[in-house]
Structures are given as C-alpha cells and as structure tokens.
C-alpha cells in the first residue's frame, strides 16, 4: 500500500507543475488579447534593416538590386500570411513619433558619417566601404526598431 500512496504523490506533483505551466501561458495569451499588440518578432526588423541598407548594398554590388527586390517582396508577403495578426502593432510603432525620429536620425547618421569622412578627406566610395555602411546601418536599424517596440509594448501595457 505504501508504493502506491507514493506513485499517486510523485504523479500529483508533476501535475500541479504542468498546471502552473499553463496558467502562466495562458495568463500571457490572455494579456495580449486584452491589449490587441503582439510584439513583431526581431528578425522581421532584418528586413527593414535591408532596405535600410539597400544604397550600400547595391553600390557594393550593381547586380544586388534584384536580390533587393526579392527580399520587398518576401517582406511583403511575410507581413500580410505570417504576421498578419502582428500588424496592429507595426501599424502603431509606425504611426509613432519616436519610430519617424529614429529614420530620420538614421538618414542624419549615414549623412553625417559621409560628411565628416569626406571633410577628413577619406571618401567612402569602395565596394568593402559601401559594405561597411550596409552593415551598420542595417544592425543600427535592427536594434533601434527593436528597442522602440519594447519601448512601445511597455507603453501600451501600461
């Protein structure tokens, strides 16, 4: 009697595990329905990043265009199937003062930088330079965006 009292214990502690579990996911799931804004995941803001980046890319490599054109399409296609039910939240990051504030610090930034390297008298007209400047501005892009989304979701859960 005693082994049976003690597998009946081990099986009521793993259920109440699992319990807290689901509670915390649906707990989760229940706050955003409440608020309507599901976080855009970072990997999407890859593809703002490209665009960001597409001057550079294409001065790098003339034929890179075409790669560019693909990756709008994919952007587009993956915005309106996959994150369809995220685009309240772009719509509302987009719609922000601090999301037009960061474009335009990112054009300023990358306007800049060229200024001040052409003032210094480096001029940044190679391919691996071009693709020094894709490579941050695409990264700058990724993580600003990111950073004003959970900004934003802080914002609104409030």
Known sequence: ?????A??????????????????????AEKDAKTGYRPVPVWFFGFEGLMGAG??????YPGAWMFLAAALV?????ARTVLRGRLKMAKAMLKGK???????GLIALRMGVHMAL??????????PAHLAFAVLMCGSTVALL?????VMLRALNA
Do not use: C
């Not at 009697?1 to 009292?5: D, S």
């Not at 001057?55 to 790098?60: G, L």
């Not at 601090?98 to 335009?104: D, E, F, G, H, Q």
């Open 98 to 104: 601090r999301t037009r504030k960061i474009a335009l």
């Open 74 to 78: 994919v952007n587009i296609v993956l």
């Open 118 to 127: 052409g003032a210094v008298g480096v001029a940044a007209t190679s391919g």
């Open 55 to 60: 001057y550079d890319v294409a001065k790098s």
């Open 1 to 5: 009697m005693a082994l049976t009292e």
């Open 146 to 150: 990111a950073f004003d989304q959970r």
């Open 7 to 28: 597998v009946t214990a081990s099986d009521t502690r793993s259920t109440t595990v699992t319990d807290v579990d689901t509670t915390g996911a649906a707990a989760a």
